[in-house]
């Protein structure tokens, strides 16, 4: 994980800071690699396999924790712009147009993702009684794993495609606060997703 984090940022992989993230996506990845699979069936670690590990790559922690990061370091990149004057504060929902999220993008992360999520963690972790008294969990980690995936997939293709923060002009900060609203709640998932698996978010990569 360091060598890749090297190839990609250079000197800049050095101190603490760095020294956490790199722990926290080593952590990732091996859970993800673990917790991915159902539990009933065996798992397969290749720890001398050659090459190096991508850090965006469409699949494993490796990807989730990358598009978990672009939303911290979007809104960050807001916060600024609010500092500077360029952005006012994000308004209350109830203030907004939100017919204004006409990419079909944002509308599947709305049904596809936010919407069913409080569900697939009720589906996720089902006590179910034991014949003879007593209870056991049927913890499907697989299930929040795969849903995690798929989600920075879709989001990593919307993020891509569509410039969030837009130029400062009144008349375009209500599209550009509908999108925020849309992604702060993306994050508040990520964030709820990953301390199933007991994987703290970063806010860089």
Known sequence: MKEASEMKYGDKIEGQTWDDIIKVMTSATVRFE?????????????????????????RGGVFV?????RLHTLFDSY?????KGLYPEIPDGSQLDFSA?????????LFN???????????SGQALDREGGGARVNIKTEQICKF????????SS?????????????????????RLHLLRALRELYHSALETLNLPPIRQL
């Open 148 to 155: 995690l995936v798929s989600l920075s997939k879709d989001f």
């Open 79 to 83: 916060e600024r712009g609010v500092e």
């Open 101 to 109: 999220l006409k990419e079909e993008g944002e509308w599947l992360l």
């Open 158 to 178: 919307y993020y891509n495609r569509v410039h969030v923060l837009g130029e400062p002009l009144p008349h375009l900060f209500n599209q550009m606060f509908c």
């Open 65 to 69: 924790m990358y598009n978990c990061a």
């Open 34 to 58: 673990l917790l991915s699979t159902v539990h009933t069936s065996p798992v397969t670690l290749d720890v001398q396999r050659e090459g190096g590990v991508s850090t965006k790559g469409p």
């Open 113 to 123: 993702y936010i919407i069913p999520f409080s569900e697939l963690l009720d589906q």
